[in-house]
């Protein structure tokens, strides 16, 4: 069983960065696909950006990409998501995912891929 905690949302201005943290507990995140989602109010879930077991290279999405990288800290068995040039409609409640699994790209994109969930952390962008 696989325990994970999101935390580091806040309230940011736009432009700024923010750094999100998703500790693990019961498994090592390096052998763990790992990715975070969001959720906005009126809004589904959607996929934000992850991580293929076992690599380094963060797939994310036309929102995302150049602006959110996700990265592993084995020591700390902690998966990050950094954000930058944060815009309004990054908005939402942030949550973190795992699956034991080996998921192609496209499958880390459906939330039924990942069996583990955080229980999300709060990202409002304000000025």
């Known amino acids: 069983q696989v325990h994970l905690v999101d935390s580091g949302g806040r309230w940011v201005q736009p432009g700024d960065s923010l750094r999100l943290s998703c500790a693990a507990s019961?498994?090592?995140?390096?052998?763990?696909?790992m990715a975070w989602f969001r959720q906005a109010p009126g809004k589904e879930r959607e996929y934000v950006a992850g991580?293929?077991?076992?690599?380094?290279?963060?797939y994310g999405t036309d929102s995302s990409r150049g602006r959110f990288t996700v990265s592993r800290d084995n020591g700390k068995n902690t998966v990050y998501l950094q954000m930058n040039n944060l815009k309004p409609e990054d908005t939402a409640l942030y949550y973190c995912?795992?699956?034991?699994?080996?998921?192609?790209?496209?499958?880390?994109?459906?939330?039924?891929?990942?069996?583990?969930w955080g229980q999300g952390t709060q990202v409002t962008v304000s000025s």
């Open positions: 991580l293929k077991r076992g690599s380094g290279t963060t």
């Open positions: 019961g498994r090592t995140v390096s052998t763990l696909a």
């Open positions: 995912a795992a699956t034991a699994g080996s998921p192609i790209v496209s499958s880390l994109r459906d939330a039924s891929t990942f069996e583990y």
